[in-house]
C-alpha cells in the first residue's frame, strides 16, 4: 500500500518541519579547556573491560571498513569505522591502558579541535548500525564505542543542534515534534471516528502498555491503526499511558546519558504503576534496545515485565498460532528491511518473516539480511540531521542497489525513522517502490 | 661468550621473561577494568556464543566474501604458514623439547622450507598492500610497519640460516635466534598482542550478540 493522499500531505509538512530543526537550539557556550575535560571524563567513565579488551585487540587491518555502508558506496576511507574511535583510544592508551606510561611518549593527547573534528565522524559518519562487528575478524564492538564517543560529545556540548533541540524536548515536555498528550487524544479519536476501533487509555488492570511514537502520531498513523487493531482482534487487554506513551529516546539516538535515563524511567515507572506484564514498543527501531536491553541497566534492577517490539509480537502470535491473517492477494512479492536496532541490535529476525509468510506474500530477502543487513542509511537520529544529508543519500542507495536487485513490489518495514528515511531517500532519488509498514500489513489484513 | 651463546642464552631468557612479564601485565591490566553482569532477560544463551565466534570468526559470514574473501584467504594462509614452520621445523621442536620436555613428529624440511619461503613473501604481500590500500594508508601507523619487519625477520633469517647462505651458518642462526627474541619481546608492547588477545575479544562479542539472540 503505498501513501495515501491524507499521508503525503503530513508527509510533506512533518518531513519539512524534521528538517528544519537546525539552530532551532543556541550552541553550547564553553571554554576548550572544559570540553576537553568533560569528554575525557566521559571516556574515563565509561570504558569498561570489554572496550579495554577491544581498544587493545584491533590489528589495523582496516576490513571493517569493507561493511560499512557509506565506504561501500564510496570508496572513500574517511569513513573507516575504526578511524571514527580514533580520539577514545587516545584517551585510553594514555591515562588507561596498561601499558600509559608507555603510549604517552608516543600518544598525542586530544583537544578541542580534535573534538570539533570528530563531530561529524561520530554523528554525521556513523549510525552506529554495527555491521563493522559483523566483519571484524578480532570481533570489535565499534558501534559501542562510537556510542561513547557520541556521549563525549554530548558532555563537550558538541551534539549536533537537531538532536539537541530533541532531547531537550524529551526532557522538558516529555514529546517529540510536539506530539503531547492533547494531539495522541485527537489522533486517537479520529481513528476511532474513522475505523470504529476501541481506544485504551490509562485502563486500570490491563496487562499490556502499548507505547507509540511521535512519528506514528503524525505522520504513519497506518502502523499505529493496525497494532491496535491486531491488539483488539487478540482480544489484548491494553492501554495506553497518557503521561507516558512517548517511546522515542533520542537519548539514546543522540548519546545523552541523562535524556536517555529520564526517558527510559518515566516508561518504566509507569508500567510498574499500572501492574502491567508487558511493555509494547511501537514501529521505532531505537526503542528496543532501549526498552528491550538498557532500561533494566538504567533502572538498576530487573524489569518486573517484558518487553517486545510489535513486529516480535505479532510474530511470536502467529508462531503460536493465535493470530491468523488474510492472505495478500496476488501473490505480491515484498522484502524486508531489518531495522539496525530490532534485527542486529535486538535479534528479532524470524517473527517479521512469520508475518510475511501469515500474509501469503514471497519474501526475497535483500543479499544482506538479517544480521548483515544495511541501515536504511538515516539511522540514530541522522535522518534529522541536516549536515548528514550527502551521507544519508549514500546510504539510502547502497540500500537500495540490493532491494531493486531483489525485484520487489514493495519493501517492508517495522521502524519509523527507517521508514521515515526510505520515503525522503525517494524524493531526491528515481527510486519509486512502495515502503510498507508490518503493523499496517496486519491490520490490514486481520479476518473479519 | 660468542654471539650464539648470547643469543641462545641472557638473550632468549630475557625475551622469554619480558614476554610472560609483558603479556601478564597487559592482560591482566585489562582484567582490572569492571565489567558489570546485564541485568536485562537474554534472548539466547551468551556463553554458547561467544565459544562460537571465537571459531566461526575465522571465516567471514558469506555477504562479506566478495569483497574481503581475498584478504582473508592471504591472511589465514599466512597465519597457517608461520604457526606450522613455527611448530613443525625439526629444529624449532628441538628448542621447544629443550624448553618444555615435549616433543612431537616434525616435518621434512623439504617441505618445511617452500612453506616458509611462501609465508615469508605473504608478509611481503602484507608489507605492499598496506602501502598502496587506500584504506590502510590512513590506518597505518609506524607500529604497523615496525611490526611487519620484526615479524619477518624470524622467517627471513632462518630460511637464510637454514639454506646456508650469507654469513657463517653459527653468526646466522645466532642472528635467527636474536630475531625471534626481538618478536617475543614485542608482543606485549604492540599488535602482536592478538596472538592472545583473539580469542577472548572474539569470545566477547560472540557473548554479547548472542545474550540477544544474535549470531555474530
Same mark, same amino acid.
Given at each position: 500500500? @503505498? ?23 543556541? %550552541? ?5 579547556? =572544559? ?84 563531530? %561529524? ?14 566483519? *571484524? ?11 561513547? @564517543? ?16 530533541? *532531547?531537550? =524536548? ?102 510498574? =504503576?499500572? &501492574? ?22 538504567? @533502572? &538498576? ?8 517490539? /510489535? ?36 535479534? /528479532? ?7 510475511? =509468510? ?9 543479499? @544482506?539480511?538479517?544480521? /548483515? ?16 544529508? %550527502?551521507?544519508?543519500?549514500? &546510504? ?10 531483489? &525485484?520487489?513490489?514493495?519493501?517492508? /518495514? ?16 528515481n527510486e519509486t517502490i512502495e515502503i510498507d509498514s508490518l503493523a499496517a500489513l496486519v491490520g490490514e489484513n486481520?479476518?473479519? | 661468550? #660468542? ?16 614476554f610472560v612479564a609483558g603479556v601478564s601485565f597487559r592482560l591482566i591490566g585489562i582484567l582490572m577494568f569492571v ?40 591472511? #589465514? ?63 597505518? $601507523?609506524?607500529? $604497523? ?11 627471513? #633469517? ?59
Amino acid at each position: 500500500m @503505498s501513501m495515501d493522499k491524507e499521508m503525503q500531505d503530513s508527509f510533506a509538512m512533518f518531513y519539512g518541519m524534521s528538517q528544519s530543526l537546525k539552530g532551532m537550539v543556541e %550552541p553550547v557556550e564553553m571554554s576548550d579547556d =572544559e570540553r576537553v575535560s568533560k569528554a575525557k571524563q566521559v571516556f574515563l567513565n565509561k570504558i569498561n573491560r570489554d572496550m579495554a579488551l577491544n581498544l587493545e585487540a584491533c590489528v589495523h587491518c582496516g576490513l571493517c571498513a569493507e561493511a560499512c555502508q557509506y565506504y561501500i558506496a564510496s570508496d572513500d576511507p574517511k569513513y573507516l569505522p575504526i578511524g571514527k574511535l580514533d580520539l577514545m583510544k587516545r584517551v585510553y592508551r594514555r591515562e588507561l591502558s596498561p601499558f600509559r606510561w608507555f603510549h604517552k611518549l608516543h600518544t598525542s593527547d586530544i583537544t578541542a579541535d580534535d573534538l570539533r573534528e570528530f563531530q %561529524p565522524k561520530v554523528f554525521d559518519e556513523c549510525t552506529m548500525c554495527g555491521r563493522c562487528s559483523m566483519l *571484524c575478524p578480532m570481533g570489535i564492538d565499534i558501534a559501542e564505542m562510537v556510542h561513547v @564517543s557520541r556521549e563525549a560529545m554530548v558532555e563537550a556540548g558538541l551534539m549536533p543542534s537537531e538532536l539537541d533541540y530533541m *532531547c531537550r =524536548e524529551q526532557d522538558g515536555e516529555g514529546t517529540i515534534f510536539g506530539a503531547n498528550e492533547d494531539l495522541l487524544n485527537f489522533r486517537l479519536n479520529d481513528l476511532k471516528e474513522k475505523h470504529g476501533v476501541e481506544i485504551y487509555v490509562d485502563k486500570p488492570g490491563s496487562e499490556v502498555m502499548m507505547l507509540t511514537s511521535g512519528l506514528d502520531i503524525h505522520l504513519f498513523t497506518d502502523a499505529l491503526l493496525g497494532t491496535i487493531k491486531a491488539l483488539d482482534h487478540l482480544k489484548v487487554n491494553w492501554t495506553l499511558c497518557s503521561h507516558a506513551f512517548e517511546a522515542a529516546n533520542f537519548g539514546l539516538l543522540a548519546g545523552s546519558d541523562s535524556t536517555q535515563k529520564h526517558v527510559t524511567m518515566r516508561i518504566v515507572d509507569a508500567a510498574i =504503576e499500572m &501492574g502491567v506484564k508487558t511493555v509494547l514498543t511501537p514501529e521505532c527501531g531505537h526503542t528496543y534496545p532501549a526498552m528491550r536491553w538498557a532500561a533494566a541497566e538504567m @533502572s &538498576g534492577k530487573p524489569l518486573p515485565f517484558e518487553v517486545m517490539t /510489535v513486529s516480535e509480537y505479532l510474530g511470536r502470535q502467529i508462531m503460536d498460532g493465535k493470530l491468523k491473517l488474510k492472505k495478500v492477494p496476488g501473490n505480491k512479492v515484498v522484502t524486508l528491511h531489518d531495522p539496525c536496532k530490532v534485527g542486529r541490535h535486538g535479534g /528479532v529476525f524470524d517473527e517479521p518473516r512469520a508475518v510475511l =509468510e501469515e500474509l501469503g506474500l514471497t519474501l526475497n530477502e535483500t543479499e @544482506s539480511n538479517r544480521e /548483515v543487513n544495511f541501515c536504511c542509511g538515516g539511522g540514530a537520529g541522522n535522518f534529522l540531521v541536516q549536515s548528514a544529508a %550527502p551521507v544519508r543519500k549514500l &546510504g539510502f542507495d547502497n540500500k537500495m542497489k540490493e532491494v531493486n536487485n531483489t &525485484g520487489a513490489e514493495a519493501l517492508v /518495514v517495522s521502524c519509523g525513522s527507517c521508514r521515515l528515511n526510505f520515503e525522503a531517500g525517494k524524493l531526491n532519488s528515481n527510486e519509486t517502490i512502495e515502503i510498507d509498514s508490518l503493523a499496517a500489513l496486519v491490520g490490514e489484513n486481520l479476518p473479519d | 661468550m #660468542t654471539l650464539l651463546d648470547f643469543a641462545r642464552g641472557p638473550a632468549m631468557q630475557w625475551a622469554l621473561i619480558i614476554f610472560v612479564a609483558g603479556v601478564s601485565f597487559r592482560l591482566i591490566g585489562i582484567l582490572m577494568f569492571v565489567r558489570k553482569k546485564p541485568l536485562s532477560v537474554p534472548r539466547g544463551n551468551a556463553r554458547l556464543a561467544g565459544y562460537r565466534t571465537i571459531f566461526s570468526r575465522a571465516m567471514p559470514n558469506a555477504v562479506f566474501r566478495k569483497r574481503v574473501g581475498g584478504r582473508y584467504i592471504v591472511g #589465514t594462509l599466512w597465519h597457517i604458514g608461520f604457526v606450522f614452520v613455527l611448530f613443525f621445523f625439526q629444529p624449532h621442536i628441538a628448542f621447544f623439547e629443550g624448553l618444555l620436555g615435549l616433543s612431537w613428529p616434525g616435518v621434512a624440511n623439504s617441505v618445511v622450507m617452500p612453506v616458509a619461503g611462501i609465508t615469508l613473501i605473504l608478509l611481503v604481500l602484507a608489507f605492499i598492500h598496506r602501502l598502496n590500500d587506500p584504506v590502510l594508508k590512513v590506518l597505518s $601507523d609506524a607500529g $604497523d610497519f615496525v611490526t611487519l619487519a620484526i615479524t619477518a625477520l624470524p622467517l627471513l #633469517t632462518g630460511l637464510l640460516a637454514s639454506a646456508h647462505v650469507g654469513l657463517r651458518y653459527e653468526t646466522m642462526l645466532a642472528l635467527h635466534l636474536l630475531s625471534i627474541s626481538l618478536f617475543l619481546v614485542w608482543i606485549p608492547f604492540s599488535k602482536l598482542m592478538h596472538i592472545v588477545l583473539v580469542v577472548p575479544s572474539r569470545k566477547r562479542l560472540g557473548a554479547k550478540m548472542g545474550y540477544k539472540g544474535v549470531k555474530a
